[in-house]
Antibody, heavy 120, light 108 residues
Framework: EVHLVESGGALVQPGGSLRLSCAASGFTFAGYAMSWVRQGPGKGLEWVSTISGTGGNTFFADSVKGRFTISRDNSKNTMYLQMNSLRADDTALYFC?????????????WGQGTLVTVSS | EIVMTQSPATLSVTPGERATLSCRASQSVRSNLAWYQQKPGQAPRLLIYGASTRATGIPARFSGSGSGTEFTLTISSLQSEDFGVYFCQHYYNWPRYTFGQGTKLEIK
């Protein structure tokens, strides 16, 4: 059974940094691109970033480009989101998500999310 | 960026009746369209991918249709556990996913 478990969310001041982790199990982690999706309080879903299975290709939403980086350690079955220069509008529940198949695909698997609050 | 627009914003349906949710893309996404259900305090759950294929374990009362720019999610006989918010999402220019703003389905 596939499990995705996020961690690292916290209360952080504007301009601060935070690193989120997503621990995966139950599938061949290195074989699949993985993504971060966030949901602001009372809001909809927003794609944040995706990393290829090898880690060689990364993609970002315009709203986080230049401030966030994504990485993965396939030996640990873990994906990361390094968030710098945090702003109030980055406040959200951050989900990691992954597909059941390779290539362009929907997000079959989701973690329960980790909460990031940016406030002074 | 492809913009996804869902309607209505809120839908109230009596159990046993049909619920029809719509999603429109600002340009063609072919059949690269998914639907998700989200309940309060939970992660989204994939219902439909490829516009019309049910995900594993999804009941047959859920069906998806459409291609190009117009899509529909139909729940044929609404059950009380079907309340929640439903999101459409395209993956046409993967991985630059975009989601619709959601339709809140209320049980009347």
């Amino acid at each position: 059974e596939v499990h995705l478990v996020e961690s690292g969310g916290a209360l952080v001041q504007p301009g601060g940094s935070l690193r989120l982790s997503c621990a995966a199990s139950g599938f061949t982690f290195a074989g699949y691109a993985m993504s971060w999706v966030r949901q602001g309080p009372g809001k909809g879903l927003e794609w944040v970033s995706t990393i290829s299975g090898t880690g060689g290709n990364t993609f970002f939403a315009d709203s986080v480009k230049g401030r966030f980086t994504i990485s993965r350690d396939n030996s640990k079955n873990t994906m990361y989101l390094q968030m710098n220069s945090l702003r109030a509008d980055d406040t959200a529940l951050y989900f990691c998500a992954g597909p059941r198949v390779t290539g362009p695909a929907a997000m079959d698997y989701w973690g329960q999310g980790t909460l990031v609050t940016v406030s002074s | 960026e492809i913009v996804m627009t869902q309607s209505p914003a809120t839908l109230s349906v009596t159990p046993g009746e049909r619920a029809t949710l719509s999603c429109r893309a600002s340009q063609s996404v072919r059949s690269n369209l998914a639907w998700y259900q989200q309940k309060p305090g939970q992660a989204p759950r994939l219902l439909i991918y490829g516009a019309s294929t049910r995900a594993t374990g999804i009941p047959a009362r859920f069906s998806g249709s459409g291609s190009g720019t117009e899509f529909t999610l139909t729940i044929s006989s609404l059950q009380s556990e079907d309340f929640g918010v439903y999101f459409c999402q395209h993956y046409y220019n993967w991985p630059r996913y975009t989601f619709g703003q959601g339709t809140k389905l209320e049980i009347k």
